[in-house]
């Protein structure tokens, strides 16, 4: 009677279907792996904190959130799309400076520890009011040029106090040190800087009155127009009040496009994560790499497809007789 039960389960396919399934589940505690050549990325990205990406021109969830948090929420998803053994860092910019939070470290290991740090990004970490984008950007270059990892800056582009035009920054020595990518941050329409005080609470918006719109260093612009009340010693720049839209902001897309030509890099609006990611997982970017590939998942779900003949064979039966009633 043992025997013939034993010879009747042989028959049956449920028990090859489950003695499948059983080694399939053994091979997972194994942690299988196959070694494989694929392209790995190392991008070191800088996030510009400056107050202007405050303002609120994005949308997430049908809901307004500031240019910081939006970009924020994009690298948490590129993160996730970045293949195991490629790298991140991350640093951040203000005044006319970057500085590192952490060197590049690889995504998959260090998942948790990534996006942690890249939630506690906050405007105020900033250690000075100006932005100067044009010498942060060379000054972020000049201390990453040596350390084999492709930058990513991420900024609104907007100048504070306006750029003197005698004193634009010299990229000339920097042009072609290493490869980047601009992302040009926010909307193409003036919106209001919200205004916060020492405790982290807005109150109300910045307006004309409590920023510079322009620069008062080193020598005035030269133009053959006469300025209101110049003085060559004590007044270079004339008397003459200057008003203007430095109290709002809106993606200086123009001057990032020149700026990401000066120093040979790619420019990218930055609209949704997905863009961002496919703008960085490029060939200029990748190094191909032989890397072992967890193989799990293959198995896994090798063994829930048996699972599911076993256990509920009227669905496999059904989809066979309507094949076979379409044809």
């Not at 300025?227 to 709002?248: C, I, M």
Request: proline residues 5%; charged residues 20%; positive net charge.
């Amino acid at each position: 009677m043992l025997l013939q039960h034993l010879l009747k389960n042989l028959k049956d396919y449920r028990f090859y279907g489950l003695s499948l399934a059983l080694v399939a589940m053994l091979v997972l505690f194994i942690k299988p792996q196959v070694i494989k050549r694929q392209p790995v990325y190392n991008f070191t990205v800088i996030v510009d904190i400056t107050r202007s990406m405050n303002a609120k021109d994005y949308q997430l969830k049908g809901e307004a959130v500031s240019r910081l948090h939006f970009v924020k929420q994009a690298l948490r998803d590129l993160v996730l799309t970045l293949p195991c053994q490629s790298k991140l860092g991350l640093g951040i910019f203000t005044e006319r400076k970057s500085t590192l939070l952490f060197e590049p470290i690889e995504v998959c290991s260090s998942y948790a520890e990534i996006d942690s740090v890249i939630d506690t990004i906050d405007w105020r970490m900033a250690w000075a009011a100006d932005s100067r984008i044009g010498k942060g950007l060379a000054n972020t270059i000049t201390q990453l040029q040596n350390r084999g990892s492709h930058i990513v800056f991420l900024t609104d582009g907007q100048e504070a106090p306006p750029v003197n035009p005698r004193y634009k920054t010299d990229f000339s020595d920097l042009k072609g040190k290493l490869k980047g990518l601009l992302v040009g941050v926010g909307g193409l329409q003036n919106v209001p800087i919200p205004k916060y005080n020492k405790q982290g609470q807005q109150q109300g918006f910045y307006q004309q009155g409590d920023v510079p719109h322009r620069s008062t260093f080193g020598m005035a612009p030269t133009s053959s127009v006469p300025v209101e009340g110049y003085n060559a010693r004590n007044a270079p720049f004339g008397s003459a009040k200057v008003t203007g839209d430095q109290h709002l902001t809106r993606l200086y897309e123009p001057y990032l496009q020149q700026l990401s030509k000066d120093v040979d890099w790619v420019y990218h609006r930055l609209e949704t994560s997905e863009q961002l990611s496919k703008a960085l997982q490029i060939p200029m970017f990748a190094k191909q790499q032989q890397v072992l590939s967890d193989s799990r998942p293959y198995f896994a779900i090798f063994t829930l497809i048996l699972l599911g003949l076993v256990y509920f064979p009227r669905l496999s039966r059904a989809g066979e007789k309507n094949l076979l009633e379409e044809n």
